[in-house]
């Protein structure tokens, strides 16, 4: 089993920058894969990054790219979503998730997820 849980969203305006935090328990940290998702009202739960287990690899969403980065901390079982330049459409609830997977994109493949957290983005 896995625990996770999100926090540092909130209200910012277009062009700043928030930082996402997931905090894990139980299971080894260092072992499973880790990705973040995003919610906007009336859509599906989107893929935004991931990042494997000792750092092997990260993917991202492309509206994304060059924007946010995906990093984790196997020392403090934590992983991170630095978000820069935020724009309007970036306005979702953010969701951490933990799985065995490198680089996977779709909700199925994590089996762990976090409450979520709300980031929104004022024009």
């Known amino acids: 089993q896995v625990q996770l849980v999100e926090s540092g969203g909130g209200l910012v305006q277009a062009g700043g920058s928030l930082r996402l935090s997931c905090a894990a328990s139980g299971r080894t940290f260092s072992s499973v894969a880790m990705g973040w998702f995003r919610q906007a009202p009336g859509k599906d739960r989107e893929f935004v990054a991931c990042?494997?287990?000792?750092?092997?690899?990260?993917y991202y969403l492309d509206s994304v790219k060059g924007r946010f980065t995906i990093s984790r901390d196997d020392a403090k079982n934590t992983v991170y979503l630095q978000m820069d330049n935020l724009k309007p459409e970036d306005t979702a609830v953010y969701y951490c998730?933990?799985?065995?997977?490198?680089?996977?994109?779709?909700?199925?493949?994590?089996?762990?997820w976090g409450q979520g957290t709300q980031v929104t983005v004022s024009s």
């Open positions: 990042i494997g287990w000792r750092e092997t690899g990260t």
């Open positions: 998730a933990a799985g065995f997977t490198v680089g996977a994109f779709q909700p199925y493949a994590y089996d762990y």
